[in-house]
Antibody, heavy 118, light 108 residues
Framework: QVQLVESGGGLVKPGGSLRISCAAS????????MTWVRQAPGKGLEWVSH????????VYADSVRGRFTISRDNAKNSLSLQMNSLRAEDTATYYC???????????WGQGALVTVSS | EIVMTQSPDTLSVSPGERATLFCRAS??????LAWYQQKPGQAPRLLIH???TRATGIPARFSGSGSGTEFTLTISSLQSEDFAVYYC??????????FGGGTKVEIK
């Protein structure tokens, strides 16, 4: 069955960096676009970034462009999000999710909590 | 950016009753709309895509309707496991992909 498992969350100081990852299994990872969606504590969902199946196109929300970098390793069935210049407002649970046949998300990981605080 | 507005913020419903949730888009998204369910401490789960197509494994008591700017998610007979927060998401015009603020369905 499809599984997405995030890792790498934690506490980081403002201005710091963190890399979170998502290990995929149960499907042909290299065939699918992937995305990151975040959710601040007690708040709604916010799309962050997505990447095409080959990794050649990456798109970002305005709120993270220039600070976050999405990447994938199809040989390792892995998706990553490198987060630099972190701010308090980046505090959230970060979910990796798989695109369905269109731009909706049919499978989600359990989330990685990122806390930005001094 | 397309703004998605959900109503009501909270819906109090008794088990076995019908629940109707609304989602409005600031401009037409045609049928490019999905609904998700999120329970406390869990990831969202896809319920409906293309406004009215149930995702794999979703019970028939969940149905979606609408097109353009007005959408509805109906749960025909609420079960205990349906009490959760529900989000709509448009994918007609992006980036950015945008979600509604959510409707919490609680036990009356």
């Amino acid at each position: 069955q499809v599984q997405l498992v995030e890792s790498g969350g934690g506490l980081v100081k403002p201005g710091g960096s963190l890399r979170i990852s998502c290990a995929a299994s149960g499907f042909m990872f290299s065939d699918y676009y992937m995305t990151w969606v975040r959710q601040a504590p007690g708040k709604g969902l916010e799309w962050v970034s997505h990447i095409t199946s080959s990794g050649d196109i990456k798109v970002y929300a305005d709120s993270v462009r220039g600070r976050f970098t999405i990447s994938r390793d199809n040989a390792k069935n892995s998706l990553s999000l490198q987060m630099n210049s972190l701010r308090a407002e980046d505090t959230a649970t970060y979910y990796c999710a798989r695109w369905g046949y269109s731009v909706y998300f049919d499978y989600w990981g359990q989330g990685a909590l990122v806390t930005v605080s001094s | 950016e397309i703004v998605m507005t959900q109503s009501p913020d909270t819906l109090s419903v008794s088990p076995g009753e019908r629940a109707t949730l609304f989602c409005r888009a600031s401009q037409s998204v045609r049928s490019n709309l999905a609904w998700y369910q999120q329970k406390p401490g869990q990831a969202p789960r896809l319920l409906i895509h293309d406004a009215s197509t149930r995702a794999t494994g979703i019970p028939a008591r969940f149905s979606g309707s609408g097109s353009g700017t007005e959408f509805t998610l109906t749960i025909s007979s609420l079960q205990s496991e349906d009490f959760a927060v529900y989000y709509c998401q448009q994918y007609k015009k992006w980036p950015p992909l945008t979600f509604g603020g959510g409707t919490k369905v609680e036990i009356k």
